[in-house]
């Protein structure tokens, strides 16, 4: 069964940091880009950030450039969110997603809606940002 896991959420003070992972089962992530998104109560689902099979290229939205880190481990068939100086706008649930097709970060990824286009998704994860 084809399937990502995200965990890693929580509760957190502004400023914070937070470690996001997603675990794939039954099917090798090494192939295939891996998105990061996430949507907030009331708001449209957002592509947060993106990295291609290989790790070499990658992709932030602005809201988050600088301040997010996204990373792979292929031998542990997972990907990463490194979430730093977190801020209350950062509230969402996160989703990791891949339409298992492509080794490249494209517009699925990044573009408004885009994420409709995406086949494989995980349950998400609740990350809360406040004092």
């Known amino acids: 069964q084809v399937q990502l896991v995200e965990s890693g959420g929580g509760l957190v003070q502004p400023g914070g940091s937070l470690r996001l992972s997603c675990a794939a089962s039954?099917?090798?992530?090494?192939?295939?880009?891996i998105g990061w998104f996430r949507q907030a109560p009331g708001k449209e689902r957002e592509g947060v950030s993106c990295?291609?099979?290989?790790?070499?290229?990658?992709y932030y939205a602005d809201s988050v450039k600088g301040r997010f880190t996204i990373s792979r481990d292929n031998a542990k068939n997972t990907v990463y969110l490194q979430m730093n100086s977190l801020k209350p706008d950062d509230t969402a649930v996160y989703y990791c997603?891949?339409?298992?097709?492509?080794?490249?970060?494209?517009?699925?990824?990044?573009?408004?809606?885009?994420?409709?286009?995406?086949?494989?998704w995980g349950q998400g994860t609740t990350v809360t940002v406040s004092s």
């Open positions: 039954g099917f090798t992530l090494d192939y295939y880009a």
């Open positions: 990295i291609s099979s290989s790790g070499g290229n990658t």
């Open positions: 997603a891949t339409d298992m097709l492509s080794e490249y970060c494209g517009r699925y990824y990044w573009a408004r809606g885009g994420y409709r286009y995406l086949a494989t």
